[in-house]
């Protein structure tokens, strides 16, 4: 992402986002240089309750406050005084507008800011997953008053935004001046008339217990301990990243190192041998379940309808949990594990995969939560009976966790007697087993001719209802993963070495051909050439300081080869 120019850039940008774009923009910024952010759990007077995110640059603080009220509740405003302290919804009492409290934030913020830099713009945005009903006849008046506010977004307080506050910029001040209760103190008004603020909310916002019966209350203990507790709602402390596997093809960019994730004392994890007939033996790889799996997710780049899609299969297997506890005699949901994973390579399966299974087991859906890695050659022998052998072992050994099939297309053989095909059939003959619940099959593998082999065989497609999309990355994700990827290693590239490797990415990633287009990996082999250049560089020109050693210069960067798309042969119609 390339430096801010026009002064007004960072919140013209803000002005322009919408439900579809904002999460991707915010997680966009920490890219850019330029931007200073940060992260802070309320923000005293008017926003202490709230997740509250700060963005600088030289001349313009984005104060951004997430409102994590409930998906589905409305709302309602005066359109003379859309910035009234009070809000209206439908069939309830008044109470204390999220909307005045950020513009009262924004407010004390330019005052305390412009005491000593009178130029500074200061503006508010506020995520809401309320619905506010008469939002679209407010839309100018709140940006009259610098604000902007988009609602009916989903599930927002599961995202995981991310920061930049490692960055060392003049504009950090301003947090300091805005974050400091002293200056504040001088500025805050008196309290609003009908009570001070925190009177108000406590009389508004305080449920009465008798409206609580006994299911509601067990229910509400679930919410706020063990599913919370579960998505690690209440860990900020940033975990430490480590580098993934270099032969790790599939990286949303989690970067998490197998060696690091220490184990439960009660998780066993089986051998990757595979005895076949005639003392034939064949080894499969086993990913250890990792402690983070939920900051793990929250740390992919993209992926966003994977991330939803995951908490909505995690959520339902801990809510059939719950419900067997309270009623052990009703019929439960049915949930079904086993999953297809689509895409090409580098696009995240694998990571995936491996956060998948962790976060089953802390639902108490699986016993371990490790990853069985196969394909094809797996389960084919040279002698009768090896096919059945191999898949009962491989099945064996994923229980209690999940068995990926990599390009499970593969199986799917063209001839009618393809062992690849006796495979299946012997996988969906043993998962058609009431008792092999304590597994997840996951299918793996590109798109068309992953759903060519389901087209085929409708009985494969009843068993995997669960189907995942790992589209490619854009250029801008790229550049992003690029970023988390040198961070581990506490490099940084100077102006000149990063506009010089965007533009040859953009480049390389104009001229890709999709169909072998490498998405995370080509991004990882490329910086590898760049640690091998930057290396050689250190050593010859032996720098003058240490701090010299951590920056990527443009002469680091060597051209990209460019993988161009094959010529078709062919004639034209």
Request: proline share 4%.
């Amino acid at each position: 992402m390339m430096i801010m120019q026009n002064t007004n850039r960072l919140i013209d940008d803000f002005r322009k986002q919408t439900e579809t774009t904002v999460r991707k923009h915010l997680n966009a910024l920490t890219a850019n240089y330029a931007v200073y952010s940060t992260h802070l759990n309320g923000l005293d007077p008017f926003l202490k309750d709230y997740d509250v995110y700060l963005y600088c640059t030289d001349s313009n603080v984005v104060i951004l406050c997430l409102d994590c009220c409930g998906c589905g509740e409305e709302q309602a405003y005066k359109e003379a005084d859309p910035l009234s302290p009070m809000l209206l919804a439908e069939g309830q009492e008044p109470r204390v507008s999220v909307v005045w409290k950020l513009a009262e934030a924004v407010r004390l913020a330019k005052k305390c800011i412009q005491k000593n830099t009178p130029d500074i713009n200061v503006y508010g945005v506020l995520l809401t997953e309320a619905e506010i009903l008469n939002a679209y006849d407010l839309y100018t008046m709140w940006d009259e008053h610098n604000i902007t506010v988009i609602d009916e977004l989903k599930r927002l307080k599961y995202w995981k935004i991310k920061t930049s506050s490692d960055y060392d910029l003049p504009c950090k001040a301003y947090v300091d001046i805005i974050t400091d209760s002293y200056i504040y103190q001088e500025y805050i008004d008196q309290p609003t008339p009908q009570g001070s603020l925190s009177e108000r909310q406590e009389e508004t916002e305080t449920p009465d217990s008798d409206d609580y019966d006994e299911f509601e209350k067990v229910f509400d203990d679930f919410i706020k301990q063990e599913y919370d507790q579960m998505l690690d709602e209440d860990t900020e402390d940033e975990l430490s990243e480590e580098d993934s596997d270099d032969d790790e093809e599939e990286e949303c960019e989690t970067d998490t190192e197998d060696d690091a994730a220490p184990l439960s004392d009660d998780v066993v994890i089986p051998s990757g041998i595979i005895e076949q007939n005639n003392n034939s033996v064949v080894k499969v790889e086993i990913l250890r379940p990792i402690p983070n799996p939920r900051e793990e997710l929250d740390k992919l780049v993209g992926c966003g309808d994977i991330k939803q899609r995951m908490d909505e299969l995690v959520a339902l297997t801990s809510y059939n949990k719950m419900m067997h506890e309270l009623f052990p005699n009703n019929k439960q949901h049915t949930v079904s594990l086993h999953s297809i994973f689509l895409g090409r390579p580098g696009t995240g399966k694998t990571t995936v995969c491996k956060i998948f299974g962790s976060l089953l087991r802390q639902a108490g859906a699986l016993s371990k939560g490790h990853i069985v890695v196969c394909d094809r050659g797996t389960f084919l022998g040279n002698l009768w009976g090896d096919e059945e052998r191999s898949v009962r072992q491989v099945l064996e050994k994923a229980k209690g966790g999940v068995l990926m099939i990599d390009e499970a297309y593969l199986l799917n053989g063209k001839h009618d007697h393809d062992p690849g095909k006796l495979v299946i059939q012997l996988l969906m003959n043993i998962l058609a087993d009431e008792s092999q619940r304590d597994i997840a099959v996951v299918l793996c593998g590109y798109k068309e001719p992953m759903m060519k082999m389901l087209e085929t065989n409708p009985g494969l497609q009843s068993r995997f209802p669960n189907k995942f999309e790992f589209t490619d990355f854009t250029i801008d994700e790229l550049l992003e993963i690029t970023r988390s990827r040198i961070k581990d290693y506490n490099y940084q590239f100077t102006d000149e070495a990063w506009e010089k490797y965007s533009s040859l990415l953009e480049q390389a990633y104009k001229m890709r051909d999709p169909e072998t287009w490498g998405n995370a990996r080509f991004i990882a082999n490329q910086l590898e050439y760049i640690y091998i250049q930057h290396a050689t560089r250190c050593v010859r020109q032996q720098p003058k300081n240490k701090q010299d050693l951590l920056k990527l210069t443009p002469e680091d960067i060597l051209p990209i080869e460019i993988p161009r798309q094959k010529t078709k042969i062919g004639f034209r119609n």
